[in-house]
Each structure stands twice: as structure tokens, then as C-alpha cells.
């Protein structure tokens, strides 16, 4: 397995969790990383992502504010700290390495997903 995503789970509307993913170092330390969601019957949607060296991060704009994301390239690591949360955050949520070093939405390596399910 080259990402295994964590850290999902059930939190009522206005709470937090935070979303980590692990990546065999070989594929992920020269690329951008990312956090995507999906609900049943809609496509695949782009929410986070930080560049290789973790100096640049491009958010959804329905998550602007209230999600940060980050990496540890030492551990291999990405994480997306998810704050205020929404019934509409409710999604399985993934986590990506991009082709590029920069962020470019165009991810070339899927993790297992993670369900976030928000209450109202």
C-alpha cells in the first residue's frame, strides 16, 4: 500500500477532525500532495493540496478558512486539519500525490478512503 489514509469518523456540525495519510516516501517526496472528496452520485472533488516542500497550499473554496493542510516530508506525512465542519463536508475523503511538485490538481496515485460524516 503506498497511502493509507486515517483519522475519519462521525463529529457533529461546528467540530473538528483531523484526516492524516501516510505515503511510502519514494512516491510522494518530490510531488505535491492533496485531499479529495466524494459523495454518492457526484464526481470526485478537489479540496486541499501543498506543494513538495510544503511552502505553497491551494484550497477549495468551500473549505477556505476552516481547513488547513500540511506536511511532514520527514515523516512522509500529510495531514488535513478540518475545522467548522459542515453536514456538507459528509464524504469519503482521499488522499492523492499530485504529478507535479507544484500543486496542478492532476493527482497520479490514490489512497484508500477515509468516511467523514458530519451530524447537523
Known amino acids: 500500500v503506498q497511502l493509507q489514509a486515517s483519522g475519519g469518523g462521525l463529529v457533529q456540525a461546528g467540530g473538528s477532525l483531523r484526516l492524516s495519510c501516510a505515503a511510502a516516501?519514494?512516491?510522494?517526496?518530490?510531488?505535491?500532495m492533496g485531499w479529495y472528496r466524494q459523495t454518492p452520485g457526484k464526481d470526485r472533488e478537489f479540496v486541499a493540496c501543498v506543494s513538495w516542500n510544503g511552502g505553497s497550499t491551494s484550497y477549495a473554496d468551500a473549505v477556505k478558512g476552516r481547513f488547513t493542510i500540511s506536511r511532514d516530508r520527514s515523516q512522509s506525512t500529510v495531514s488535513l486539519q478540518m475545522n467548522s465542519l459542515k453536514p456538507e463536508d459528509t464524504a469519503v475523503y482521499y488522499c492523492?500525490?499530485?504529478?507535479?511538485?507544484?500543486?496542478?490538481?492532476?493527482?497520479?496515485?490514490w489512497g484508500q478512503g477515509t468516511q467523514v460524516t458530519v451530524s447537523s
Open positions: 516516501k519514494r512516491t510522494s517526496s518530490n510531488n505535491a
Open positions: 492523492a500525490v499530485d504529478r507535479r511538485a507544484m500543486c496542478s490538481n492532476s493527482p497520479q496515485t
